[in-house]
């Protein structure tokens, strides 16, 4: 209506150019022409014009008048009557807003909305996007389901401030879908901009001030099918906008709606069994064989009644207990039970004893009633739980003779709000299932909400262990693509997929631990297909829960007790949790110290098996919670007796990012995996978050390594968003150099190394189990030293080959190489090198081997520099003391040869004074040499005897006190025996 507005005055504008042409032309009637008021001058006046509706038909358009003040509107139910400029009462079978205008028909595009589709991202240039836009489809608009980008768009001028509310429905987190706010100038209105939040399998309801002026009004979408399944689009319907200041005509009730009175300012649905066309003022009852749901704008003939048009279930107990299998019509009831072919209601069954009650719970009056606290009950009599032991408390739900009060069974259906079929789950006894529906595509939903969670006495110690879990047995019977999917929702408005199975799916358990206190609902969802067809032919498919069972709820009951540690105090002792690190032996409520290295993970700590060994170069935290790493370890990698080698990893503990290779889909839209990495560190760690910034939930996830998938938008200057986070690991099993650990692997074949010194690895498990995971997800980081690494961030992911960095989507792979990943340097890892002596100084520097890598610890030494003597000087000394050493020996043995000589002359000289007597020598004349034994020396060069010869002759006379023996001539004449004696006096023995 605005833009024809302006499109209206230039029209008129036009006919004024041509003024000469009016008088050929026939006279203008009503029909000819409508009324439209100029801009609002800066005195809040305006001019009524009349705009021809087509150019140069007409003359005598009415002369332009002073209109009503810009601020002027009409009531709810009213439009401005441009002739007369009063307000008017709508007429019976139309209605208005007032100040507003409202889009409620979808069977195509309404006036003034814009849509079209564009690539999502540059790299995706060459997809045809043409086709992929927002889609009428009567009740409602429906966004596209491809990767490519889907905008509806729609101009509005609003004279005075007013709102906007329109309702969507957001089932699927694969599509991203944001409503955001331009003014004329295409600049953004950040107060406008709004990631809209994913549905609770219900219509939601957004609504939003507006200013003044002209603006445009985007809603977008763009779908990314990273999952398995097909995509469900956004639907879009009553759009209601206020703020035009006034609305010159009404509008007609849309088919399935009527207004009975004038004035109407909404038109109110048909009931059940009733249809209207446009603009009507009544309903109109439908034919006997023929039926309408609520708000049709057409009956249908009833078709004949079949065996899916029923369901059993079983009646309450009865004050005797009984209860009986009864059958039912699905309501609304649509089939003709007296068509050709149609089957009649089964009668009911025979009246049985009823199961008994659910455990925690008895029987009073034919009711079930939850036993007192501190009781428990296996489903007859309660009975009080003996001292030493507490109650174990929660729902158990394995009986179902009645729906449980805190428990609901709703049907929807695409397009409608809550359907008008309310049963959509069913008790049978020994379990729950789902019923039939009108159409296949009908969501079956069940809901369970649940007030909170609270641990026992015995186990309140905190830390980082399981708060609760639920455990459901299932089972589908398809024979075609059903689904079954399991909500945990955070808060009512929220549910975020845990699992889904499709197809037939053999009797089975699941579970979902809960490791902190939030109020969750769990909702479970059956479609029986995703394809749409007006017939209904799966009625049969089915899914059934037999049991659920959920822990620690606060409010819950309890189906037993067991034994718990207790306070001293006789009759008033208490359950206490045992001490940090220890566990209790089963039936005895006595606690007991794990193994040293060992945590405690277990949900309930009895028996030796609570206790978890904590892996290589890990400790327990202070609860005895979870393992830890400080970032300080030391390795052994040598030989036996090798020193360990020891490392810091410090520098690297900080929250790190790193992204996989970029991927795309079938649309060929490029996107990638981002990984947050928190390698290691004390209690007070920063952990890795993963959030998700699509949606308004802002959900997001903590651990060591988390994931989310990065997808473009191009949406407010953003240029990626982050969806679908997901923990890898959120416990550190350990930290070695082998490649595998507690069933971890890290073959080295993902990033082969040269040969050396082997990667320090990381390795982290989750316990978020899923259906492809069964064991949970688990992560290796492989640390590699690089000495020329210096950036902290130097993270890769495998080859191709395992694109995402895992090869079997459970087990993830990264390599980070830096200098921090080096062992400490220490006195081993450097050698010194001495130099030449130079000018009296000699310097010593210290260098790092070569054949070792390593970054920290010890330092180079620094350069030493000593006195030295060089070469030449000890040469010269060498030769000097040579040739003294020499001179010095020459002169000693001149000596000793002289000496020699006079002793050799003397031992001859008393030879031959002997006279040839054997044994005797003559008897000394003198007691010291006589003159001219020089002389007589001259006659030892006579002799001819060797060197050695006179040596051994000399030692041997020699007495014993060391001196000379000469024989000295008597100079008297004596007896011969007293020669003897005197000769033994003289020489001795």
Wanted: charged share 20%.
């Amino acid at each position: 209506m605005l833009r024809g507005g302006l499109a209206g005055l230039s029209l008129f504008a036009l006919w004024l150019l041509f003024p000469g042409s009016s008088a050929d032309l026939p006279a203008c009637t009503e029909s000819d022409y409508h009324f439209e008021y100029t801009q609002c001058d800066v005195l809040g006046s305006r001019w009524r014009v009349a705009i021809p509706n087509k150019a140069l038909t007409c003359s005598g358009l009415p002369d332009p008048v002073k209109g009503t003040q810009c601020t002027f509107t009409c009531n709810e139910g009213e439009y401005l009557d441009m002739q007369s400029q009063q307000c008017q009462k709508c007429a019976a079978g139309s209605f208005s807003l007032g100040t507003g205008v409202a889009f409620d028909e979808w069977d195509g595009l309404p006036s003034g909305f814009v849509t079209r589709g564009v690539t999502a991202s540059e790299d995706s240039a060459d997809t045809d996007c043409s086709n992929s836009t927002w889609t009428p489809r009567g009740e409602y608009v429906a966004s596209n389901v491809d990767e490519c980008t889907a905008a509806l768009s729609y101009a509005v001028n609003l004279k005075q401030p007013g709102t906007l509310t329109f309702e969507y429905f957001y089932p699927d987190s694969n599509v991203y879908f944001e409503f955001f706010i331009k003014s004329d100038q295409c600049q953004s209105r950040d107060s406008g901009a709004h990631w809209m939040t994913v549905s609770e399998k219900t219509w939601s309801t957004y609504k939003t001030e507006l200013s003044n002026g002209n603006m445009v009004l985007y809603w977008r979408t763009t779908a990314f099918a990273l999952r398995n399944g097909g995509v469900k689009p956004v639907l879009l319907r009553n759009i209601q906008i206020s703020g035009v200041a006034y609305t010159s005509e009404c509008f007609h009730c849309k088919p399935g709606t009527h207004s009975a009175e004038p004035g109407s300012a909404r038109c109110a649905p048909c009931p059940p069994d009733s249809y209207s066309n446009k603009g009507a003022t009544v309903c109109r009852q439908c034919e006997k064989d023929q039926y309408a749901l609520g708000g049709s704008g057409s009956c249908k003939p009833r078709p004949a009644c079949t065996n899916s048009d029923y369901f059993y279930t079983h009646t309450p107990c009865d004050s005797e207990g009984k209860t009986q299998l009864m059958y039912k019509w699905i309501e609304p009831k649509i089939c003709n039970e007296t068509a050709d072919g149609a089957v009649t209601l089964p009668s009911s069954g025979s009246r049985q004893s009823c199961p008994p009650c659910n455990p925690g719970f008895f029987m009073s009056n034919s009711t079930c009633r939850p036993c007192p606290e501190g009781h428990y009950s296996n489903g007859t009599d309660c009975s009080k739980c003996p001292v030493g032991t507490e109650p174990v408390t929660g729902f158990e739900y394995k009986w179902w003779n009645t729906m449980p009060a805190n428990m609901k069974s709703s049907v929807f259906r695409q397009g409608y709000d809550e359907f008008d079929q309310k049963t959509a789950w069913e008790v049978a006894g020994d379990y729950v299932y789902t019923t039939a529906a009108e159409q296949d595509t009908d969501y079956m939903t069940l809901m369970l909400n649940v007030p909170g969670y609270r641990q026992p006495p015995s186990l309140a110690t905190g830390g980082e262990t399981e708060f609760a879990r639920i455990t459901f047995v299932f089972e589908t019977v398809c024979t075609a693509d059903c689904q079954l999917h399991f909500y945990v929702g955070s808060s009512r408005w929220y549910n975020e997929m845990i699992e889904h199975w499709q197809g037939s799916a053999e009797r089975q358990s699941y579970s979902f631990v809960i490791l902190d206190n939030r109020t969750l609902s769990f909702t479970w969802t059956f479609q029986r297909t995703g394809e749409f067809n007006p017939e209904r032919k799966l009625s049969g498919d089915a899914a059934k829960i037999y049991s659920i069972h959920i822990t620690n709820v606060i409010g819950g009951v309890a189906s037993r007790c067991r034994r718990c540690a207790l306070t001293s105090g006789g009759a008033a002792s208490a359950c206490v949790p045992c001490p940090q690190g220890r566990y209790m032996l089963n039936g005895t409520g006595e606690c007991r110290e794990c193994p040293p290295n060992a945590v405690i993970r277990s949900s309930y700590p009895v028996g030796p098996d609570a206790c978890v060994q904590c892996g290589p170069n890990v400790k327990p935290n202070k609860a005895h919670t979870t393992c830890l790493s400080d970032c300080n370890l030391a390795v052994h990698t040598g030989g036996e007796g090798a020193p360990p080698l020891r490392y810091d990893f410090s520098p690297l503990s900080n929250v790190t990012g790193a992204r996989g290779r970029p991927r795309f889909t079938n649309r060929g839209v490029r996107y990638v995996t981002h990984f947050n990495v928190a390698l290691c560190g004390a209690e007070s760690r920063v952990l890795a978050s993963c959030v998700d910034n699509v949606t308004e939930s802002g959900r997001g996830v903590k651990g060591y390594i988390c994931q989310s998938t990065m997808v473009p938008s191009g949406i407010r200057s953003q240029s990626l968003v982050s969806s679908l986070p997901f923990v890898i690991g959120d416990s550190l099993i350990g930290v070695t150099t082998e490649t595998t650990l507690d069933g971890v692997s890290s073959p080295d074949r993902l990033f082969p190394a040269a040969p050396g010194r082997p990667d320090v690895i990381f390795y982290y498990r989750s316990s978020d189990v899923t259906q492809a995971c069964k064991q949970g997800r688990a992560a290796a980081i492989r640390l590699r030293c690089n000495p020329t690494v210096t950036a902290r961030d130097h993270i890769t992911l495998p080859s191709t080959n395992c694109s995402g960095g895992t090869c079997d989507g459970c087990t993830f792979h990264f390599l980070w190489e830096s200098q921090h990943a080096c062992p400490l340097c220490t006195t081993e890892h450097y050698k010194p090198i001495v130099s030449e002596c130079v000018q009296g100084i000699q310097r010593t520097t210290y260098v790092w081997k070569e054949s070792e890598r390593c970054y920290g610890g010890e330092s180079l030494p620094p350069q030493t520099v000593d006195a030295c003597v060089n070469l030449d000087f000890w040469l010269k000394f060498g030769v000097t003391a040579g040739v003294v050493a020499a001179l010095l020996l020459v002169l000693i043995s001149c000596y000793f040869w002289k000496k020699t000589r006079k002793l050799e002359f003397k031992y001859s000289k008393l030879m031959v004074d002997s006279g040839g007597r054997e044994c005797k020598l003559p008897a000394a004349d003198s007691c010291a040499i006589m003159e001219g034994d020089d002389a007589e020396d001259e006659l030892m060069d006579l002799t001819r005897k060797s060197f050695f010869t006179k040596m051994k002759a000399f030692s041997r006379e020699r007495t014993s006190d060391g001196f000379d023996s000469v024989p000295l001539k008597s100079s008297s004449s004596r007896p011969q025996h007293q020669e003897d004696d005197s000769d033994e006096d003289e020489f001795g023995t």
